[in-house]
Nanobody
Framework: QVQLVESGGGLVQAGGSLRLSCAASGHTFSTYAMAWFRQAPGKEREFVAAVNWSGDYTNYGDSVKGRFTTSRDNAKKMVYLQMTSLKPEDTAVYSC???????????????WGQGTQVTVSS
């Protein structure tokens, strides 16, 4: 069992940066790949980024490649999403999730946080 709580969302101007954090509880955290997904109003949930259990492999959605970076600290049971060069189209609720592999497939992720709102103004 893994519980996930996101933080760090907020309002930022286009071109700015934000760092999201995902705090995990549960002693099996380090065995899971972790991912970030986002969902904008009226749109389907979209894969953003994922990192494997050890942190040495990452995977990104095409729309954020080169702008976002995900990482993890297993000792602290934390996952991070560093977002730079933010665009208004990045506005969404961002959620972290735990699953068996750093995959973009939503159905693979068993545990989800509640999400944190990111709003990018133009």
């Amino acid at each position: 069992q893994v519980q996930l709580v996101e933080s760090g969302g907020g309002l930022v101007q286009a071109g700015g940066s934000l760092r999201l954090s995902c705090a995990a509880s549960g002693h099996t955290f380090s065995t899971y790949a972790m991912a970030w997904f986002r969902q904008a109003p009226g749109k389907e949930r979209e894969f953003v980024a994922a990192v494997n259990w050890s942190g040495d492999y990452t995977n990104y959605g095409d729309s954020v490649k080169g702008r976002f970076t995900t990482s993890r600290d297993n000792a602290k049971k934390m996952v991070y999403l560093q977002m730079t060069s933010l665009k208004p189209e990045d506005t969404a609720v961002y959620s972290c999730a735990a699953g068996p592999g750093p995959s973009p497939r939503i159905s693979l992720y068993k545990y989800w946080g509640q999400g944190t709102q990111v709003t990018v103004s133009s």
